[in-house]
């Protein structure tokens, strides 16, 4: 699988939008980009993912570059609720889909 | 969106006991869910994949013995810790894969058992 290369740590203003950068250099053409978060001691819960186009839902916006090497994660308008760590993931979809590998993360800190 | 649930969110239990610990897909079916551990401070540690009607398949350094892994439904996967110990103490997150549809199974998670072994 391959793997991701995330910043440790960010602070966000509260109500600017929080840019989190991935590096993927050797995502493969059958992989997704996943991005999940995890607020203290709880699961971690689903955002967004894609495999070569700009995504967008309620919580976020994913830009993926067009060689597909990196992504960067946006949150529009940071909230206090949204300081979490924040996983970038590739997985390889097949029938029954792949496992996901969690690396460190990205700590997300809004600050008022 | 789908949601996972735990059960319990906490336990704490003597050394050499057994815990079992459940994971539900409330609004879709699994056949596939995950068993990940994760210690304070560090990431989350996959342990074995679930899959309904057949064998977990455990990641190396997991002991099968030690961590049964029962998936009997299609919503349904339990774990249990066999002889409980201290250093089992730790945080067990399950997720669910999604396969009803759009090709991207995406996998949703639990709200995570803290279990505490004296």
């Known amino acids: 699988d391959a793997k991701t290369t995330q910043p440790p740590s960010m602070d966000c203003a509260e109500g600017r939008a929080a840019n989190l950068p991935c590096n993927h250099s050797?995502?493969?053409?059958?992989?997704?980009v996943y991005w999940y978060r995890q607020i203290h001691s709880q699961g971690p819960q689903y955002i967004i993912h894609?495999?070569?186009n700009n995504e967008t839902n309620e919580m976020a916006s994913l830009i993926i570059t067009e060689d597909r090497k990196s992504s960067t994660l946006i949150l529009p308008h940071a909230t206090l609720r949204d300081t979490a760590v924040y996983y970038c993931?590739?997985?390889?979809?097949?029938?029954?889909?792949?496992?996901?590998?969690f690396g460190q993360g990205t700590e997300l800190s809004v600050k008022p | 969106g789908a949601v996972v649930s735990q059960h319990p969110s906490w336990v704490i239990c003597k050394s050499g006991t057994s815990v079992k610990i459940e994971c539900r897909s409330l609004?879709?079916?699994?056949?596939?869910m995950f068993w990940y551990r994760q210690f304070p401070k560090q990431s989350l540690m996959l342990m074995a994949t679930?899959?309904?009607?057949?064998?977990?398949?455990?990641e190396q350094g997991v002991e099968k013995d030690k961590f049964l892994i029962n998936h009997a439904s299609l919503t349904l996967s339990t774990l249990t810790v066999t002889s409980a110990h201290p250093e089992d103490s730790s945080f067990y997150i399950c997720?669910?894969?999604?396969?009803?549809?759009?090709?991207?199974?995406?996998?949703?998670f639990g709200p995570g058992t803290r279990l505490t072994v004296l």
């Open positions: 997720s669910a894969q999604d396969n009803s549809g759009g090709g991207t199974d995406t996998q949703y």
């Open positions: 679930s899959n309904e009607g057949s064998k977990a398949t455990y």
């Open positions: 050797t995502i493969s053409g059958n992989e997704y």
């Open positions: 609004d879709f079916q699994a056949t596939t």
């Open positions: 894609g495999l070569k």
């Open positions: 993931i590739v997985r390889p979809v097949y029938n029954q889909g792949g496992k996901l590998i």
